[in-house]
């Protein structure tokens, strides 16, 4: 069976807002995307129950992402890890109340720090991480919903970067509440062979996203695409795939993530060759 492909509305906005949510909701619907990844980057931007209610009338389903801006983390050298932890309680609520089945994003630091560490430094962090990460776990086992923590390439973090660094550092947590969210564009960076690190995952692929390999459309780069999908089905993935994309006015994450030029000639020729280009290859 296809699978479902979801677009994160920060293809064209930031932030989401019940204002804009509507019409960026029906322009998926009427490409043909099937949901809709939202990314939460303030506690009230939109009402949950209000977007359910949305979605719902248009045959959508809904995927939450949480966003990592300064001051967000789960260690404390980068952030403040109580109010950051009591946001991602905001996401997972969310998640239920949406029906969706993971809140994906980094959630361990803000977006675009970086520091050097020592082997000692990382261990320590990787406890503290834990410690942190626990109770929310808890919280969403208890939710119904997994907590998917995304790997992102070096310019980004220097907390989690590889498959193989995630899995280790999440272990004790893998399961009922966590899981890891892998994104095509990090694995491109940061994997000697990113098909090799799917398969690794495994049963820990919680979510997937995806875009080119210079952050624009799918099918438009050098990704090989057929053995992406042939190694997700390895892994024994079946869910959403996510288009993941950012215009330069996104305050949240442009910077951090070295959005400085167009990607397409429009957002909307974007969207509209990724989802093509995905159906084409069988997705």
Not at 30 to 37: H, I, K, R, T, V
Not at 46 to 53: F, I, L
Not at 95 to 112: D, H, I
Not at 251 to 266: D, K, N, Q
Request: include cysteine; charge should be negative.
């Amino acid at each position: 069976m296809p699978r479902t492909i979801a677009v994160n509305t920060w293809v064209w906005t930031s932030p989401l807002t019940d204002a804009t949510l509507g019409p960026l909701a029906r322009k998926a619907a009427d490409m043909g995307y099937q949901a809709l990844e939202l990314p939460l980057e303030s506690i009230g931007d939109w009402d949950p129950a209000r977007s359910r209610d949305v979605l719902y009338d248009l045959g959508l389903g809904a995927i939450v992402i949480g966003a990592m801006g300064p001051g967000r983390s789960l260690l404390a050298q980068a952030g403040d890890v109580g109010a950051t932890q009591d946001y991602l309680r905001a996401c997972i609520a969310a998640a239920a109340t949406l029906g969706s089945a993971v809140v994906a994003g980094p959630f361990y630091a803000p977006t675009g720090a970086t520091w050097r560490m020592s082997a000692d430094d990382r261990a320590q962090m990787v406890r503290e991480l834990r410690e942190n990460l626990e109770p929310l776990a808890s919280d969403a086992a208890d939710a119904g919903v997994t907590l998917a923590i995304e790997p992102l390439n070096r310019y980004e973090t220097s907390v989690l970067n590889t498959v193989e660094q995630s899995l280790d550092a999440l272990a004790p947590l893998l399961g009922a509440g966590v899981g890891l969210a892998l994104d095509t564009y990090h694995l491109n960076i940061e994997e000697k062979k990113p098909t090799q690190a799917i398969r690794a995952a495994g049963s820990a692929i919680a979510h997937v996203q995806v875009c080119g390999s210079d952050r624009g459309a799918v099918g438009d780069d050098h990704t090989d695409w057929p053995e992406i999908l042939r190694a997700l089905d390895d892994a024994g993935y079946r869910g959403p795939l996510g288009l993941e994309s950012f215009t330069g006015e996104n305050a949240t994450i442009a910077v951090a993530a070295s959005v400085w030029r167009p990607l397409a000639e429009s957002q909307d020729e974007l969207a509209a060759r990724s989802i093509q280009a995905l159906r084409v290859l069988g997705a």
